[in-house]
């Protein structure tokens, strides 16, 4: 499970973007059950979002489907790579911070801890 945080003052419509990334970026409707949506796309066998403590942060918990790391390299490759590409997608949608912005405040994050 990894904790994002969301951009300062996109917080109040943070559980739209959940929702709306999962049909607009995988082109899924999530199940939801009490706040938690999740659903299943390419390599990930499932994909849980949630809003933090009031909507500062967002947490993803993602498992790998297996059976895609079985198929032969050229077929696995493809969908681990689209799925990378709209995983990705989905972050910057929901956190409102650009991949590399994610990266700059998880090292600073860790350095912290240290």
Known sequence: MQEYEVKRGNT??????IKSGFT??????P?????HYSASY????KIE???????KT???DTVTDSE???????EADKI?????KKFRQYLDLITCFTTKERVKRAKKAAEKDD
């Open 24 to 29: 607009d970026i995988f082109g899924l409707n």
């Open 49 to 55: 979002v949630w809003a933090g403590e009031k909507n």
């Open 58 to 60: 967002v947490f993803v």
């Open 80 to 84: 681990i790579l689209d799925t990378n």
């Open 31 to 35: 199940e939801s059950n009490g706040g």
């Open 12 to 17: 109040s419509d943070l559980e739209d973007r």
């Open 68 to 74: 895609v790391l079985s198929l032969p390299d050229s």
């Open 42 to 45: 390419g390599s990930m066998k």
